[in-house]
């Protein structure tokens, strides 16, 4: 039921993501007709940073996806854990879909020809609680080291202050939050295997997760 699952949400936000894409170029044509007419100027550096930050937070939630329907397995069976990354998925997702809303709202193509989502990212079958958590720490440092990269691109360019007090408010918050977060939960976790690894794994995916 959970491979269903993952399968069917994944089928989702890839048919969400091709009509954006069918829409964007449409826009790009309908633009190239009407002599490149622009009611809302967003840089070209900006722009593009934007439209790879989108991408960034789709393939996160992929990643996240993959690590729910792990942990779902009935040889793992950890639904605290399933439950977490399911969650962590449809966060990314979410962001993912606001940032195309932003692009939407300021007049842009929600998404760009270089648009592509990653599936390349393997669950390994060793994982554990404890190095799930540490792929998702890394995952969003660097998802916030990004999102500091599009807004000094749009500070750089054409001084974007809109979109990058945007990104600072919504996003950055949240991403240092969700840090500290998963930082925390990994300590607790190290703590708890200390005497019993699988025992204290068991008791913080019902306890802590």
Not at 77 to 106: C, Q, V
Not at 132 to 151: C, D, F, H, N, Y
Request: one cysteine or more; proline letters at 2%.
């Amino acid at each position: 039921m959970m491979k269903s699952v993952f399968f069917g949400v994944v089928a989702i936000t890839v048919a969400i993501l091709s009509i954006y894409q069918e829409t964007a170029q449409a826009q790009e044509q309908t633009v190239g007709a009407t002599d490149n007419y622009q009611w809302d100027s967003v840089d070209d550096q900006c722009l593009a940073a934007l439209h790879r930050q989108i991408n960034k937070e789709f393939d996160a939630s992929i990643i996240y996806l993959k690590y729910a329907a792990y942990f779902a397995q009935e040889k793992i069976n950890l639904p605290g854990f399933e439950k977490f990354f399911f969650h962590a998925a449809a966060e990314e997702r979410e962001h993912g879909i606001k940032l195309i809303e932003y692009a939407l709202m300021r007049g842009k193509a929600p998404v760009d020809k270089h648009f592509k989502l990653n599936y390349d990212h393997e669950v390994p079958t060793v994982t554990t609680g404890e190095s799930a958590l540490e792929t998702a720490l890394q995952k969003e440092v660097e998802v916030t080291r990004s999102i500091r990269g599009v807004i000094k691109a749009c500070e750089d360019g054409s001084n974007d202050f809109h979109l990058a007090d945007y990104l600072t408010g919504e996003y950055l918050d949240e991403q240092h939050k969700g840090q500290r977060e998963l930082a925390e939960k990994i300590a607790t976790l190290k703590k708890m295997k200390k005497s019993a690894p699988k025992l204290g794994e068991f008791l913080f995916d019902k306890n802590h997760m």
